[in-house]
């Protein structure tokens, strides 16, 4: 395999060679940050978001020579190109067109040639019709009785995504439906969701594209003999999300309603389709979920339209590719300061690991770009996160003393509970948040000198801060848009295809030929499980043996 020369760009060594002069102590980012104009210079609002990176190892000269870069890469023309239909998922031959299920435009959108808006618009209406439905008791369960609960059973970009919208909007979840997820194929998981259903008024949704995943198949399985064990029909209790024609969709095996997805929206950006639209639009009702979408589309809209200059998920995406290659750090933390964010960096993590998640040369094996050929710089971040303040008790020793990482902040001005203005020290809660939220970005930058080594804080640590107004549905989607866009402007600048997923297949293959051997065992208890190495052969006979011996 030939290499994709990204670092031969003049845009690229130069920026190299800027990586060196920012290192020096006259550019520590204690002085940085006291340039004149420097909030001015470095932030940026449009969509309904504020990019703060006045803390990020830049300067004038830095920022444009990646603005540089991505003229040179045309990423903004590669994006243009993702949200018109173009294929710009090479491996697998697809569109990619995630996009498409949150315009309101009346454009049409083509996937080899044929607009896919209509089927969209079809899809948003079957689900604003069932949720509607749904609520007013026209569709119930077994005797009648209303829906209380809502089981999404899938896995991945399945349930990442839809969870991470429906905690952020759980204030505004007021159809007395709760929402669970069984996603993971312990059988704990069920066993949890069981202890807190009541079978006749639950509704199972099974998201699957393929309707092969062999997680979300066991699960399946469980809840359809526990279906049959209630005396209670899937036909009346069970929702399918998947594939036109898949095994979730076969008329021979009926279910309450079966809901389409299509080839050209991969699961970690799915939330926006059917995916994310049944079980959140049962939660939260359609409107929201419709002003949800509005607001994915408005970011879609500004990174599509928006110049480099004033770019915002863009230019987050040039300061995560100069902070990975040429500074140097391998990981970032998202921490949200807002409870109502805890399941966000679960969902970043997914999104950007599984689509940028391809190493430039390690051991001599390169992956491929976009072109087929090696990629020859690294790729991907280690994503990882928890909400502040609680991260501050967490892991904040190692990223002020420790082996540091940048970190992007996320602010939300206006609290969704306002009524409660109790103070401690003269605060409201609130307030006590943001006094934590703009000190970390602070202490991180600026450091602290002491003679003592052990409260000896060397700074230099960059963050960003990203402000919404409000946890309404509009801005959780703007946040998810500006999540994807930033992931796929990486994606473009690496030359990289952030539409699959082939990292993840080695283990499934590998547990296949495990399971073959278990459901063996299972039919013949004196079968020996030869073909296994010691190691593995340990670990099966604890399995069935129900105990370390």
């Avoid at 940028?356 to 790729?379: F, P, Q, T």
């Avoid at 990882?384 to 003393?401: K, Y």
């Avoid at 948040?433 to 991180?444: K, R, T």
Wanted: aromatic residues 10%; hydrophobic residues 35%; glycine residues 8%.
């Amino acid at each position: 395999m030939t290499k994709n020369h990204l670092n031969s760009l003049p845009e690229w060594t130069h920026l190299a060679a800027l990586a060196k002069r920012i290192a020096l102590p006259e550019n520590h980012l204690k002085y940085l940050i006291r340039q004149k104009h420097r909030l001015d210079n470095f932030s940026l609002s449009g969509g309904g978001l504020f990019f703060d990176f006045t803390r990020q190892r830049i300067d004038a000269q830095v920022l444009k020579s990646l603005l540089n870069l991505a003229k040179a890469c045309k990423i903004k023309h590669r994006f243009n190109q993702m949200m018109t239909g173009e294929l710009v998922n090479t491996t697998e031959n697809r569109t990619a067109l995630h996009t498409a299920t949150r315009s309101f435009s009346h454009a049409s959108v083509l996937n080899n040639g044929k607009d896919v808006m209509p089927d969209i618009k079809r899809i948003r209406d079957e689900i604003r019709q069932f949720s509607g439905d749904v609520h007013s008791g026209k569709i119930s369960g077994a005797n009648g009785q209303l829906f209380k609960d809502v089981v999404v059973i899938g896995i991945g970009g399945s349930y990442l995504g839809t969870e991470f919208v429906a905690t952020a909007l759980g204030s505004f979840s007021d159809k007395k439906i709760k929402l669970h997820f069984l996603s993971n194929v312990d059988i704990d998981n069920f066993g949890t969701i069981i202890d807190f259903i009541v079978p006749e008024t639950t509704l199972w949704i099974v998201i699957s594209k393929s309707y092969t995943t062999a997680e979300t198949l066991a699960n399946t399985s469980q809840v359809l003999s526990f279906l049959d064990q209630k005396g209670l029909d899937p036909k009346n209790h069970m929702v399918t999300v998947t594939s036109k024609g898949s095994p979730g969709d076969d008329p021979a095996n009926p279910v309450l309603k079966s809901f389409h997805m299509f080839d050209y929206i991969g699961g970690r950006y799915s939330v926006t389709s059917a995916v994310g639209g049944v079980p959140l639009s049962l939660y939260l009702g359609f409107d929201r979920f419709k002003d949800f979408l509005k607001g994915a589309e408005e970011i879609d809209i500004h990174a599509n339209t928006t110049s480099e200059e004033k770019n915002i998920p863009l230019v987050a995406a040039l300061i995560s590719v100069w902070n990975n290659n040429f500074l140097g750090y391998p990981s970032q933390a998202v921490i949200p300061y807002s409870s109502a964010l805890s399941k966000l960096a679960a969902h970043i993590q997914q999104l950007s690991m599984e689509s940028n998640g391809k190493s430039g040369e390690s051991h001599g094996a390169l992956s491929a770009s976009m072109n087929g050929d090696g990629v020859d710089s690294h790729c991907g971040s280690i994503i990882f996160g928890e909400p502040g303040t609680n991260a501050q008790h967490s892991f904040f020793q190692l990223a002020h003393q420790g082996r540091p990482f940048p970190i992007e902040f996320i602010g939300v001005v206006n609290p969704y509970h306002q009524k409660y203005s109790g103070k401690s020290k003269g605060v409201t809660n609130h307030q006590e948040l943001w006094a934590n939220l703009m000190a970390q970005s602070q202490a991180l930058a600026e450091g602290k000198d002491d003679k003592n080594a052990a409260k000896f804080f060397p700074g230099n640590r960059p963050s960003s801060t990203l402000l919404i107004n409000d946890l309404s549905p509009k801005n959780i989607g703007r946040l998810l848009a500006f999540y994807e866009a930033k992931t796929v402007f990486e994606a473009f600048i690496w030359n990289i295809n952030p539409f699959d997923q082939y990292g993840v297949e080695l283990g499934k293959t590998m547990a296949g030929t495990i399971r073959s051997e278990i459901a063996e065992k299972n039919k013949n208890p004196d079968y020996q499980f030869d073909n296994r190495d010691s190691i593995q052969q340990f670990y099966l006979n604890v399995l069935f043996n129900h105990k370390i011996t």
